[in-house]
């Protein structure tokens, strides 16, 4: 092996070491995250699912095949999130000491870091790993509140997703790529026990889930790229201990387990250059959220029980959709900049809507831009807002709601204010070519 080689190999180790590190720390926000890459972030994601950067491989382990050499990204996102909740008439503990102001915002702020690595073994052959968070929740609620037995104290999920990829390209117009999905997941959830404050029960646990990803990526013209992208579904397994503040009959306490079954992903995305300067891209996203249906906690015994009655997750959504539009320019050499808007259909409908999760339909606009520092260095830059539609909460005997338990749970009425602002960054740096850019030779007399 070359000097050169053997010293590739240390960069690219000393690179994955760093990049794991670093997204060991992740704190997610949301329980879908799409914030995995700044360059994409910068016009709503649009096209994404057909390259770009090198974070595209999240969506589409084929992109890799468009990054030369030994490349890293590491990036980090800050998300800010806002959510207001208004108890209204039908609340049962609407009234003091229960009710506070909907100014109230229960939404944490979050850092949630992604991190890259591809490694082009030969003139066809990739390989690659992807570090992400690809679902989280972070939220605190107040003791004394309507909504308490549906939302109270602090409530948590933090994913952490290792991806190994391989990517082949068979000629110029047509690649492919898949990875190994392995999944490890934390929670906490809190929830209150009637009108008693202080009076709740808490869940913590952990588990492992796995999955696949899959995708192509097809060049028909010189000026147009078409990605297709899978990441299948996962069976988040999670074990846990359920304890409560109070005693209660027909309790289980100690050990419990479920299985949350996280959605499978298509992305479809196009980019089409125009010229030189301006490339236009678009996206088309399906998630299968109707899958995660509801989940059981169990015991050794049977199903788990709080005053006999069964602990569930009733998430029952519907599935999703992601559609966004955008476009770069080429400013200058070095500077690139870029839009987009994006238009979400949300997953939880009004029937199963609850206040851990009051997610709606939403408008994303976004702005980026690419800095290159030199040859084999750049960074990306992106800011987006979020405009969260209005949600109503209904969780009582006549609404329908399956998170309403008779004779176990206050009904709660309500609405949600929210949106959400984000701001996001990367460094993206190739290891086996790198070159400063050329000094300006001092004239002298």
């Given at each position: ?15 994955l ?33 057909a ?24 990036s ?11 108890p ?32 082009q ?102 000026t ?10 996962i ?6 201990t ?109 029937q ?52 309403f ?36 030779a001092?004239?002298?007399?």
């Amino acid at each position: 092996m070359s000097r050169r080689g053997s010293a590739n190999i240390l960069r690219t180790g000393t690179a994955l070491g760093l990049l794991i590190i670093a997204t060991a720390q992740a704190n997610a926000g949301g329980f879908g995250i799409r914030e995995q890459s700044p360059y994409g972030q910068g016009t709503s994601f649009a096209g994404v699912a057909a390259g770009g950067a090198l974070s595209s491989m999240f969506w589409n382990p084929a992109t890799m095949t468009q990054v030369p050499g030994i490349q890293s990204e590491s990036s980090v996102s800050g998300i800010l999130p806002y959510g207001a909740h208004t108890p209204e008439f039908g609340s049962v503990l609407a009234a003091p000491p229960f009710g506070f102001p909907g100014t109230t915002n229960t939404a944490e702020s979050a850092f949630v870091p992604a991190g890259y690595l591809s490694y082009q073994y030969s003139p066809n052959l990739w390989f690659g790993l992807s570090i992400n968070a690809p679902f989280g929740l972070s939220l605190s609620f107040p003791d004394r509140w309507a909504g308490r037995d549906f939302a109270a104290g602090p409530t948590n999920l933090h994913t952490y997703n290792a991806t190994p990829s391989i990517a082949y390209r068979f000629n110029d117009w047509l690649s492919v790529g898949a990875g190994v999905q392995i999944q490890y997941a934390t929670e906490v959830l809190t929830r209150g026990l009637g009108a008693t404050p202080g009076a709740e029960f808490v869940i913590k646990g952990n588990g492992w889930g796995y999955g696949f990803t899959a995708g192509a990526t097809l060049t028909p013209t010189p000026t147009t790229t078409i990605g297709l992208g899978w990441r299948s579904y996962i069976n988040q397994k999670v074990d846990s201990t359920l304890n409560t503040s109070v005693l209660l009959p027909l309790t289980t306490v100690g050990s419990i387990s479920t299985t949350v079954k996280a959605p499978d992903t298509v992305s479809l995305g196009i980019r089409q250059r125009l010229d030189p300067l301006w490339t236009v891209m678009a996206t088309a996203e399906w998630s299968n959220w109707s899958r995660i249906g509801t989940s059981v906690w169990t015991a050794p015994g049977g199903v788990a029980t709080i005053s006999g009655f069964p602990v569930t997750l009733p998430f029952q959504y519907k599935d999703g959709w992601f559609f966004s539009g955008g476009a770069e320019y080429k400013w200058t050499d070095r500077l690139t900049v870029r839009g987009g808007i994006g238009y979400e259909i949300s997953p939880v409908k009004d029937q199963v809507r609850e206040p851990l999760i009051p997610d709606n339909d939403r408008v994303w606009a976004s702005i980026g831009a690419t800095w290159q520092v030199f040859r084999g260095l750049h960074f990306d830059l992106a800011y987006s807002h979020i405009w969260v539609k209005d949600s109503t909460i209904n969780i009582s005997a006549g609404s329908g709601n399956p998170w309403f338990i008779p004779l176990g749970t206050a009904p709660y009425v309500g609405t949600v204010n929210a949106h959400v602002d984000i701001l996001s960054g990367s460094l993206v740096f190739r290891w086996d070519e790198v070159a400063a850019p050329a000094r300006t030779a001092l004239i002298t007399k």
